[in-house]
């Protein structure tokens, strides 16, 4: 089992920049897969980021690349989602998932484990 808890989002002007950490305990931290996923009222949750167990391989969404970072500490069971430039459409509830099977998958259905999500609002 792996516990997933994702903090720092919250409200922010179109420009700005927030950094999204999710803390995990459970399973030994470097052998997840982790990534960032995110949703708005409505629409399918859609991927953000994912980075592999020893942080080497990183994928992002079209949508975010040039804008966003994923990064991992393994020492501290962290994983962090940089947002600089933020825009009114990145406004959504941001997960956290992982999973030990493929690295730094896209794909949220091959995610094992979920947090609870943190808010992130961008006003224009």
């Known amino acids: 089992q792996v516990q997933l808890v994702e903090s720092g989002g919250g409200l922010v002007q179109a420009g700005g920049s927030l950094r999204l950490s999710c803390a995990a305990s459970?399973?030994?931290?470097?052998?997840?897969?982790m990534g960032w996923f995110r949703q708005t009222p409505g629409k399918e949750r859609e991927f953000v980021a994912a980075i592999s167990r020893s942080g080497g391989v990183t994928n992002y969404a079209e949508s975010v690349k040039g804008r966003f970072t994923i990064s991992r500490d393994n020492a501290k069971n962290t994983v962090y989602l940089q947002m600089n430039s933020l825009k009114a459409e990145d406004t959504a509830v941001y997960y956290c998932?992982?999973?030990?099977?493929?690295?730094?998958?896209?794909?949220?259905?091959?995610?094992?484990?979920w947090g609870q999500g943190t808010q992130v609002t961008v006003s224009s």
């Open positions: 998932a992982a999973q030990t099977r493929w690295s730094a998958s896209i794909y949220q259905y091959e995610y094992d484990y």
């Open positions: 459970g399973r030994t931290f470097s052998r997840n897969v």
